[in-house]
């Protein structure tokens, strides 16, 4: 079954009871037991819902894995992962990263002793090196990264990972499932924000964890249940409805932002233009093998100062100046002092995170229309 089919129909069946198409919101807390732990297959909705088993089915099988274990949020989705460990274990990641995952480990996780270590995963001697020095229990891979747009070889990394007995993670937020499946490419775990492309429409915010390991799956359930990091059924029925057309979505994110990267490219007020579907992208070559589609956002440094850069930002009209991105509605960020602000400068700067970066998550809209507004920000400034 390809794709759009899946997306459209598994975890997405018509009520059973009524005939309903769709399936109802079970806004529920808790279930009726026939007899004291007889149940229907719930007893509480911390523990599950019939629309996270839904979702939870969809989701697996876009991301070709076995099991999905859905969450609050994208962090949510890590925190279940990572209270899988004990104190005094390693993760490592990838050293560009959102800024929300970066404060996680440096400013909670630390906490419990969790030790953190970033690395540039694009360099496999580099992340070799570390993978040994550090006995790390996880690593985990941003590709492409938030917001440089970075991408690492998957398949290298989880096989250097397998060598040292390291379970690999990818967050897969920024490709979304229908331009890449890092299960297949030979990662232990997948996790999404689904706030972003998978629920699509800005208007929820969860998390995913996909696994074909049956252990891993169990402990993440008993995280998710014990911490009590679960979804509101709502925001997993709304996740349901917008899963559906991701694959018709994406093809247009990506679209529009192929042509923004390419305006953007040759435009004289630009010095810098991230984009992996972009030839001179300098890891083009792996963006090809490992993706099916560069996906929907473009991150810009201009030839202005910040001040300047600022105010092309606010001047946008289509663009919205907010946080988050994979929504249909296109977003406009400046990572420094929105979205990464969490990661101390200096840090930023030694990946290359210029103050100056302003990232572009580009919608489903008219791409002539997005080009316009922002040559119209540009001519503003
Ligand atoms: C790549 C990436 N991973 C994880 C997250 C965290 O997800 P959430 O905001 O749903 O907790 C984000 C949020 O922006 C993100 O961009």
């Given at each position: 079954m390809k794709f759009t089919t899946k997306a459209v129909h598994k975890g997405q069946k018509p009520d059973v009871t009524t005939g309903a198409m769709i399936p109802p919101i079970y806004m529920t807390?808790?279930?009726?037991?026939?007899?004291?732990?007889?149940?229907?297959?719930?007893?509480?909705?911390?523990?599950g819902n019939p629309n996270f088993s839904n979702?939870?089915?969809?989701?697996?099988?876009?991301?070709?894995?076995?099991?999905?274990?859905?969450?609050?949020?994208?962090l949510g989705a890590i925190t279940g992962l990572v209270t899988t460990l004990k104190s005094g274990d390693t993760v490592l990641a990838t050293n560009d990263l959102y800024g929300g995952t970066y404060r996680l480990f440096s400013r909670i996780f630390s906490n419990f002793g969790i030790q953190f270590f970033t690395v540039d995963t694009q360099?496999?001697?580099?992340?070799?090196?570390?993978?040994?020095?550090?006995?790390?229990?996880?690593i985990l891979i941003e590709s492409p990264t938030n917001p440089l747009l970075k991408v690492s070889d998957i398949s290298a990394v989880a096989e250097l990972a397998r060598k040292y007995g390291t379970l690999s993670i990818v967050d897969n937020t920024f490709a979304s499932p229908y331009f890449q499946n890092p299960l297949l490419l030979g990662a232990d775990v997948v996790?999404?924000?689904t706030t972003k492309y998978i629920g699509g429409h800005s208007d929820t915010v969860g998390g995913v964890i996909v696994t074909n390991s049956k252990e891993l799956k169990e402990k993440?359930?008993?995280?998710?249940m014990a911490v009590g990091l679960n979804p509101s059924p709502f925001d997993v029925w709304l996740t349901s409805k917008g899963v559906k057309t991701l694959g018709l979505r994406m093809e247009r994110h990506a679209k529009n932002s192929m042509a923004l990267a390419e305006f953007l490219n040759t435009h004289p007020k630009v010095s810098k233009v991230f984009y992996p579907g972009l030839k001179k992208h300098p890891n083009y070559e792996v963006a090809k093998k490992q993706m099916s589609g560069f996906s929907g956002i473009v991150s810009v440094e201009f030839n202005l100062s910040l001040e300047e850069s600022k105010k092309l930002?606010?001047?946008?009209?289509?663009?919205s100046l907010a946080e988050s991105l994979g929504g249909v509605e296109s977003l406009v960020n400046h990572p420094a002092s929105m979205t990464h602000a969490s990661i101390p400068r200096a840090e930023r700067l030694k990946i290359?995170?210029?103050?100056?970066?302003v990232r572009f998550s580009c919608g489903i809209e008219e791409t002539e229309d997005l080009i316009a507004d922002i040559m119209a920000a540009i001519d503003a400034v």
């Amino acid at each position: 079954m390809k794709f759009t089919t899946k997306a459209v129909h598994k975890g997405q069946k018509p009520d059973v009871t009524t005939g309903a198409m769709i399936p109802p919101i079970y806004m529920t807390s808790t279930y009726i037991q026939e007899a004291p732990a007889q149940t229907k297959g719930y007893d509480y909705t911390r523990a599950g819902n019939p629309n996270f088993s839904n979702l939870e089915t969809t989701l697996a099988a876009l991301e070709q894995g076995k099991y999905a274990t859905i969450f609050s949020s994208g962090l949510g989705a890590i925190t279940g992962l990572v209270t899988t460990l004990k104190s005094g274990d390693t993760v490592l990641a990838t050293n560009d990263l959102y800024g929300g995952t970066y404060r996680l480990f440096s400013r909670i996780f630390s906490n419990f002793g969790i030790q953190f270590f970033t690395v540039d995963t694009q360099d496999l001697a580099a992340t070799e090196a570390m993978l040994k020095e550090k006995s790390a229990k996880m690593i985990l891979i941003e590709s492409p990264t938030n917001p440089l747009l970075k991408v690492s070889d998957i398949s290298a990394v989880a096989e250097l990972a397998r060598k040292y007995g390291t379970l690999s993670i990818v967050d897969n937020t920024f490709a979304s499932p229908y331009f890449q499946n890092p299960l297949l490419l030979g990662a232990d775990v997948v996790m999404h924000s689904t706030t972003k492309y998978i629920g699509g429409h800005s208007d929820t915010v969860g998390g995913v964890i996909v696994t074909n390991s049956k252990e891993l799956k169990e402990k993440i359930d008993l995280t998710r249940m014990a911490v009590g990091l679960n979804p509101s059924p709502f925001d997993v029925w709304l996740t349901s409805k917008g899963v559906k057309t991701l694959g018709l979505r994406m093809e247009r994110h990506a679209k529009n932002s192929m042509a923004l990267a390419e305006f953007l490219n040759t435009h004289p007020k630009v010095s810098k233009v991230f984009y992996p579907g972009l030839k001179k992208h300098p890891n083009y070559e792996v963006a090809k093998k490992q993706m099916s589609g560069f996906s929907g956002i473009v991150s810009v440094e201009f030839n202005l100062s910040l001040e300047e850069s600022k105010k092309l930002i606010s001047s946008c009209q289509l663009f919205s100046l907010a946080e988050s991105l994979g929504g249909v509605e296109s977003l406009v960020n400046h990572p420094a002092s929105m979205t990464h602000a969490s990661i101390p400068r200096a840090e930023r700067l030694k990946i290359g995170l210029n103050d100056g970066l302003v990232r572009f998550s580009c919608g489903i809209e008219e791409t002539e229309d997005l080009i316009a507004d922002i040559m119209a920000a540009i001519d503003a400034v």
